[in-house]
């Protein structure tokens, strides 16, 4: 089982409805949720910002798409560590999820059972402000 963390989730979509929708799911259930709206955004984020317990990544995104972002976290032993869970609409999300170091998917649209039972495993929920 991994260990929780108390970083943030990080969602990294395009798709600013399905950015704002997560997070604002997350944050209901009591979850500390940050946004990249891409690839590339997600890794300005990640250089500078404490990591992330895990990372819900799109896998279609422009100008950096997932497997892109995937291979340049790849590089990087630091950031290589932080789980990432691919999220897609895609029907060939399971072959897709094998392509790269995920460590599971969720297909869009995302059922609320799997999303919490996902970043449950990864992360603590951040205590309310009192």
């Known amino acids: 089982m991994p260990s929780s963390r108390k970083g943030p989730v990080l969602v990294v979509d395009d798709d600013a409805d399905i950015r704002e929708a997560l997070q604002d799911i997350l944050t209901g ?20 910002h404490p990591l992330p317990s895990v990372i819900l990544l799109d896998w279609n995104m422009a ?15 630091t950031l290589s560590a932080v789980p990432v869970v691919l999220v897609t609409a895609d029907a060939r999300a399971p072959v897709k999820a094998t392509s790269h170091p ?3 998917y969720l ?9 919490f039972e996902t970043v449950g495993r990864y992360c603590d929920k951040r205590a309310q402000p009192q």
């Open 107 to 115: 297909a869009k649209p995302v059922k609320l059972e799997a999303l």
């Open 29 to 48: 259930e009591g979850y500390e949720t940050e946004q990249a709206s891409g690839g590339q955004e997600a890794l300005d984020y990640l250089r500078s």
């Open 63 to 77: 100008p950096m798409n997932g497997p892109q972002f995937m291979d340049e976290v790849a590089k990087d032993a």
């Open 102 to 104: 995920f460590v599971g």
